[in-house]
């Protein structure tokens, strides 16, 4: 298995709402990300987790709040969006920082 | 800072070469990497190439690397439809699990 699988691959929230996106992978890869990305824009980090801890927080918001239940499994738990926040969330993972990133097909969020 | 910088469009006819060219500052780089991007699309990986090598030939996907400029170009032979997307040059420097991107070359196929 090659591959990084997000869920869902669309989202409709309201402001209000609390909804989570999820991201797996079975390659062995000890680091795994969050991206977020508009359109026609690089992606920009969020998160970083390191075997299972998290080892860098690029100043996002608590209203994005991530978890790492396992070495194959990432979250990203969304409370009180705004809709700025409408953007492709990325989840990726890495064996180490030499290889480059494996991406998912990304979660196309919208909040209204 | 760290920079990396790419012209946003480049348009070639079918059958033609293209070259995407990636201009970065930061000369303690350590690997070099391009991703493809479609519409609607997540980030596809397609080569990386070390700091130390001057060129990576992969199929159709050829590397160059110029240290001393500081310039990283990706030449894709007999362009496809198939190649129409986003390209982003990003770089990883020591050992930091960030990476600094570009922002992306519009490859646009003429038939």
């Known amino acids: 298995d090659t591959e990084v699988t997000q869920t869902p691959k669309h989202l409709v929230m309201g402001m209000t709402n609390k909804k989570s996106l999820k991201c797996e992978q079975h390659?062995?890869?000890?680091?795994m990300y969050w991206y977020k990305q508009k359109a026609k824009k690089p992606p920009e980090l969020m998160f970083v987790?390191?075997?299972?801890?998290?080892?860098i927080n690029e100043s996002v918001p608590s209203r994005f709040s991530p978890e790492c239940p396992n070495s194959s499994l990432l979250n990203l738990h969304l409370h009180a969006l705004q809709p700025e926040d409408s953007a492709l969330y990325l989840c990726?993972?890495?064996?180490?920082?030499?290889?480059?990133?494996?991406f998912g097909s990304g979660t196309r969020l919208t909040v209204v | 800072g760290e920079d990396v910088e790419q012209s946003l469009f480049l348009s070639v006819r079918e059958g033609d070469s293209s070259v995407i060219n990636c201009t970065y500052t930061?000369?303690?780089?350590?690997?070099l990497y391009w991703y493809k991007q479609e519409p609607g699309a997540g980030l596809q990986l397609l080569t990386y190439i070390f700091s130390n090598m001057d060129m990576k030939q992969d199929q159709r996907l050829t590397v160059l690397l110029n240290k001393k400029d500081k310039h990283l170009s990706l030449r894709i032979a007999d362009t496809q439809t198939g190649d129409s997307a986003i390209y982003f040059c990003?770089?990883?420097?020591?050992?930091?699990?960030?990476?600094?991107w570009g922002a992306g070359t519009k490859l646009i196929i003429k038939p």
């Open positions: 987790y390191s075997y299972e801890k998290l080892s």
């Open positions: 990003a770089e990883s420097i020591r050992s930091n699990y960030q990476l600094i």
């Open positions: 930061d000369s303690s780089s350590t690997y």
């Open positions: 390659m062995g890869h000890r680091a």
């Open positions: 990726a993972s890495s064996q180490d920082t030499s290889y480059g990133y494996t």
